[in-house]
Nanobody, 115 residues
Framework: QVQLVGSGGGLVQAGGSLRLSCAAP????????MGWYRQPPGKQRELVAQ???????NYADSVKGRFTISRDNAENTVYLQMNSLKPEDTAVYYC?????????WGQGTQVTVSS
């Protein structure tokens, strides 16, 4: 079973910053787009940001200009830098590896933004 190991969540005040990290096996990381999804309480999981193996990025409108996704191909790790956090960013954040045939998920990390 593929393991994506996410970390970096926590409790932060509105306006603060957090950085999420997700490590993946090299065989998965190099061949997949990597991304972050989130699931707010009582809501469906939604895409936050995604980065292809070539470095192209895609963001949800709600996080554009505040969040930055990046990948370190040497470390097989994807990052999500989250700045200017808002209470509505509160959610469980999931790391994802995606290709045309499969999706792999991390265990989820809680991000809580207090007002």
């Amino acid at each position: 079973q593929v393991q994506l190991v996410g970390s970096g969540g926590g409790l932060v005040q509105a306006g603060g910053s957090l950085r999420l990290s997700c490590a993946a096996p090299g065989s998965i990381f190099s061949k997949n787009s990597m991304g972050w999804y989130r699931q707010p309480p009582g809501k469906q999981r939604e895409l936050v940001a995604q980065i292809t193996s070539g470095g192209s990025t895609n963001y949800a409108d709600s996080v554009k200009g505040r969040f930055t996704i990046s990948r370190d191909n040497a470390e097989n790790t994807v990052y999500l830098q989250m700045n200017s956090l808002k209470p509505e960013d509160t959610a469980v954040y999931y790391c994802n590896a995606h290709n045309s045939f499969s999706d792999y998920w991390g265990q989820g990390t809680q991000v809580t933004v207090s007002s």
